[in-house]
């Protein structure tokens, strides 16, 4: 009896697995200041264009839609009527929904590209103008009414503080009357309606449950990007 007890893993005890620390570094990678760095000088391009079609049925599995060659799904030939749906899908709603989903992962590297001028400059601002302080606070007034020059590095410093002044209220300029935040919010908001639209289309509910429902699809897709273009 002792030996099957003793030969049943059951029975033996658990040895608990020590947390693995995380690397301080990694704790700072983690950081959403860090994680969420912005791509600069146009790395990412605000216009979606039409892939190959192997890279396009990628980002339809991707967005959490059926590729028409996913073998996930089995043989939809065997299901004419979802075929279809799937291809009116693919024609008419798709590029609607991809051409807002770029768009909007734009404006939001545009706001995050923005903060980060924006914090990184107002943090230099304050750095450099503080030491160019110290360093003129180090000179008593006889010898700097004698220096007409001024310490070099101080007055180094002075102009740097101004240079990145003006950069970082150049760019809060920009992000004010571009609203990318606002922009960022809109199209994010109407991709994934679009992507309702999607869902609502294959389960032929209402406004799409009709004979013309391929005509419903056309004009929602249309008025999602009229939409766009409006005024935020």
Known sequence: MSDQVASNPAAEPKTE????????????R???FIRRFPKFFGGLPQEWVLPDDTEYQ??????????LDSEEYGDLSAHPIILQDLKDLDQHLLPTFFMLGQKARYYQNQFYMYQWVFITGAFLTTLFGTLALYLYGQVDASALAAQTAGDPLATALSYLTAIIGAV?????????RGEPRKRWSKVRRLTEETRACYFRYLAHLP???????VQRLRE???????????NV
């Open 58 to 67: 990628r980002q339809i599995h991707d967005a959490g839609f059926v590729s």
């Open 30 to 32: 983690d950081l959403f």
């Open 17 to 28: 697995k020590k947390p693995t620390r995380k690397r301080p570094f990694s704790r700072f």
């Open 168 to 176: 970082t209220a150049f760019y809060t300029t920009l992000s004010n």
């Open 207 to 213: 406004p799409y449950d009709t004979s013309e429902r």
């Open 220 to 230: 929602m897709a249309v008025a999602m990007q009229i939409k766009e273009q409006e």
